[in-house]
């Protein structure tokens, strides 16, 4: 990868810029519009919101105002958790596209594999839930559809019914959170790891060992983690709401770290903490 507009390619062809921009904890109104306007103008072109993010209609503002072209920008949104099933999906894609101003989406993700108010039922639900997901995609209304926090378990329940595999998941990774197992067996079924909490949520910023290694490169922790995520094969998705770091998190194309510094970040075994347990959220 050289640029923020360089790509990877999903299972179906479809492509999709290195870097997302994030946008959880981005709030609704002048700072989403801000921090995605100033997102677009340091040459970022994916945007990653969600429903349960309550910010789709800034980021569509932001992307609408930006003067790029909409096929330009790879958008991502998400299914809420307190949605599930055929029609309710439906329903809750097409209020996204009408929040976000546009008529189609790049990528589409269930959120959480097992939300709490459907602790007893979510294979049922998440199956019923993909159905409609797969309408939206032969019917070309979405690029690309994925999932979000599904680990092993969670993704064999999908494929028992699913006639698209999913080509996207997005999961927690960030230095010392490296979730081996969800990793491989995703990509086994061929699916692309996107990185959430790359900076994780700005603790790894404070790990010694990461400060240690960002001054030998002469550059920020944060461009260190997101460089290593990407020398990992994963998409990152940092967030910041600070236009001068928004830059920064973007010029990670001029070093490269050393084999050994890339197994040395993964090791830092939960240096700024683990993933939540999917099965046990309690939203
Ligand atoms: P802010 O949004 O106030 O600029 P993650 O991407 O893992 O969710 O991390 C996001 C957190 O890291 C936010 O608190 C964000 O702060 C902070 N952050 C993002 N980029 C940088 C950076 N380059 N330097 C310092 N803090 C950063």
Same mark, same amino acid.
């Given at each position: 990868?050289?640029?923020? &507009?360089?790509?990877?390619?999903?299972?179906?062809?479809?492509?999709?810029?290195?870097?997302?921009?994030? @946008?959880?904890?981005?709030?609704?109104?002048?700072?989403?519009?801000?921090?995605?306007?100033?997102?677009?103008?340091?040459?970022?072109?994916?945007?990653?919101?969600?429903?349960?993010?309550?910010?789709?209609?800034?980021?569509?503002?932001?992307?609408?105002?930006?003067?790029?072209?909409?096929?330009?920008?790879?958008?991502?949104?998400?299914?809420?958790?307190?949605?599930?099933?055929?029609?309710? &999906?439906?329903?809750?894609?097409?209020? !996204?596209?009408?929040?976000?101003? &546009?008529?189609?989406?790049?990528?589409?993700?269930?959120?959480?594999?097992?939300?709490?108010?459907?602790?007893?039922?979510?294979?049922?639900?998440?199956?019923?839930?993909?159905?409609?997901?797969?309408?939206?995609?032969?019917?070309?209304?979405?690029?690309?559809?994925?999932?979000?926090?599904?680990?092993?378990?969670?993704?064999?329940? +999908? +494929?028992? @019914?699913?006639?698209?595999?999913?080509?996207?998941?997005?999961?927690?990774?960030?230095?010392?959170? /490296?979730?081996?197992? /969800?990793?491989?067996?995703?990509?086994?079924?061929?699916? +692309?790891?996107?990185?959430?909490?790359?900076?994780?949520?700005?603790?790894?910023?404070?790990?010694?060992?990461?400060?240690?290694?960002?001054?030998?490169?002469?550059?920020?922790?944060?461009?260190?983690?997101?460089?290593?995520?990407?020398?990992?094969?994963? +998409?990152?998705?940092?967030?910041?709401? /600070?236009?001068?770091?928004?830059?920064?998190?973007?010029?990670?194309?001029?070093?490269?770290? !050393?084999?050994?510094?890339?197994?040395?970040?993964?090791?830092?075994?939960?240096?700024?903490?683990?993933?939540?347990?999917?099965?046990?959220?309690?939203?």
């Amino acid at each position: 990868m050289k640029a923020l &507009t360089d790509t990877y390619t999903l299972s179906n062809g479809v492509r999709i810029p290195c870097v997302g921009f994030g @946008t959880w904890q981005v709030a609704d109104g002048r700072e989403a519009v801000d921090a995605v306007t100033s997102a677009l103008e340091a040459g970022y072109r994916h945007i990653d919101t969600a429903q349960g993010y309550y910010n789709e209609e800034s980021v569509g503002k932001a992307v609408r105002q930006s003067g790029v072209n909409r096929a330009d920008i790879f958008i991502t949104s998400k299914l809420e958790n307190g949605v599930r099933g055929y029609q309710e &999906t439906l329903d809750a894609f097409d209020k !996204s596209l009408d929040r976000l101003g &546009t008529d189609y989406m790049d990528l589409f993700l269930i959120h959480w594999p097992v939300p709490s108010k459907f602790r007893e039922n979510w294979q049922q639900m998440n199956a019923q839930t993909w159905k409609a997901m797969e309408e939206l995609y032969q019917n070309r209304r979405v690029r690309a559809l994925g999932i979000s926090n599904f680990r092993r378990h969670h993704i064999d329940e +999908l +494929l028992k @019914t699913a006639a698209v595999g999913p080509m996207v998941n997005q999961i927690r990774l960030c230095p010392g959170d /490296t979730q081996d197992d /969800t990793v491989n067996y995703s990509r086994e079924k061929g699916m +692309l790891l996107e990185a959430y909490s790359p900076l994780g949520v700005g603790d790894v910023l404070q790990v010694p060992e990461m400060k240690e290694i960002a001054e030998k490169y002469g550059r920020s922790v944060a461009q260190v983690a997101i460089r290593w995520s990407l020398q990992r094969g994963y +998409l990152p998705l940092p967030k910041s709401v /600070t236009p001068a770091r928004i830059r920064e998190n973007a010029r990670v194309f001029d070093f490269e770290l !050393s084999p050994q510094d890339v197994e040395r970040i993964a090791g830092l075994k939960g240096c700024a903490g683990f993933s939540h347990d999917p099965d046990k959220i309690t939203w």
